[in-house]
C-alpha cells in the first residue's frame, strides 16, 4: 500500500522568491515518484521523476525534487518563482516493480504574487 | 497517435441517464488508466489496464460504474443512472512498459468534463 501526503492546498510566493512544494510518502516497498503539474484549464503533465539513482532530480522550467529516503519526502522546489509557475502540482507514488498504479496527492495550487 | 485522446471533451447530461467516455491511449502503451478529478479535489484512481491481465477494479465507487479495454488500445468508462455527484472531470492516463532503471510516468489526455444536471 501507498499513500502521499501533500502539505498545504495553497502556497503563495512572490515572484523571484523560492518555490517550495511539500510531499511526504508512505510505500512498503522502494518508491516511484513523481510530480505533476496541472496549468488552468490544461491537462495533467509530468514535471520530474524519481525512480532510481541519483535522489536529486531535475524536471522541466527549472523545477528539481529530493528524494530522500530517511524523511519519506520528495519535496519539490525551484530557485525563483516566474509569474507562469501558477499551476496546481501533484506529488504522486508507486511501488517499483511490474506494473502498479499511482496514487496521487491532493494537489497544491501555486499562487505567484507579483 | 501522439497523445492520449479523450472524448467527448465535455457532456452534459441529465440524472439517471447512462453516459459514455471514450479514452484512445498511446499507440504501444500497454497500461491505460482512468481517474476522477472532482472540483477542488485531487485525483481519485477508478481503475487499470495492463494488457491482457484482469483489470484493476478497485477504484471504482459502485456498480454503476464499469469499463472495458478491446486488447491494448480503445477504452470506454460508462457511468449508468448518473447522479449529481458523478459531476467530475474523468482524466484517462497511459504508460509504457517498464524498463530496467526507468518508469515514464503517465501521459494524460485532456480529460472529459461530466456535468449532471
Known amino acids: 500500500a501507498q499513500s502521499v501526503t501533500q502539505l498545504g492546498s495553497h502556497v503563495s510566493v512572490s515572484e523571484g522568491a523560492l518555490v517550495l512544494l511539500r510531499c511526504n510518502y508512505s510505500?512498503?516497498?522502494?518508491?516511484?515518484l513523481f510530480w505533476y503539474v496541472q496549468y488552468p484549464n490544461q491537462g495533467l503533465q509530468l514535471l520530474l521523476k524519481?525512480?532510481?539513482?541519483?535522489?536529486l532530480v531535475k524536471g522541466i522550467n527549472g523545477f528539481e525534487a529530493e528524494f530522500k529516503k530517511s524523511e519519506t519526502s520528495f519535496h519539490l522546489t525551484k530557485p525563483s518563482a516566474h509569474m507562469s509557475d501558477a499551476a496546481e502540482y501533484f506529488c504522486?507514488?508507486?511501488?517499483?516493480?511490474?506494473?502498479?498504479?499511482?496514487?496521487f496527492g491532493t494537489g497544491t495550487k501555486l499562487q505567484v504574487i507579483p | 497517435g501522439a497523445g492520449v485522446s479523450q472524448s467527448p471533451s465535455n457532456k452534459v447530461t441529465e440524472k439517471g441517464k447512462d453516459v459514455e467516455l471514450r479514452c484512445d491511449p498511446i499507440?504501444?502503451?500497454?497500461?491505460l488508466y482512468w481517474y476522477r478529478q472532482r472540483l477542488g479535489q485531487g485525483l481519485e484512481f477508478l481503475i487499470y489496464?495492463?494488457?491482457?491481465?484482469?483489470?484493476?477494479k478497485s477504484g471504482l465507487p459502485s456498480d454503476r460504474f464499469s469499463a472495458e479495454r478491446t486488447g491494448e488500445s480503445v477504452s470506454t468508462l460508462t457511468i449508468q443512472r448518473t447522479q449529481q455527484e458523478d459531476s467530475a472531470v474523468y482524466l484517462c492516463?497511459?504508460?509504457?512498459?517498464?524498463?530496467?532503471?526507468?518508469?515514464?510516468?503517465?501521459?494524460f489526455g485532456s480529460g472529459t468534463r461530466l456535468t449532471v444536471v
Open positions: 504522486a507514488v508507486r511501488a517499483s516493480g511490474g506494473y502498479q498504479k499511482v496514487t
Open positions: 510505500s512498503s516497498v522502494p518508491p516511484y
Open positions: 492516463a497511459s504508460s509504457t512498459r517498464e524498463r530496467a532503471g526507468g518508469d515514464y510516468g503517465y501521459t
Open positions: 524519481y525512480t532510481t539513482g541519483a535522489t
Open positions: 499507440s504501444g502503451h500497454t497500461a
Open positions: 489496464f495492463q494488457g491482457n491481465s484482469a483489470p484493476d
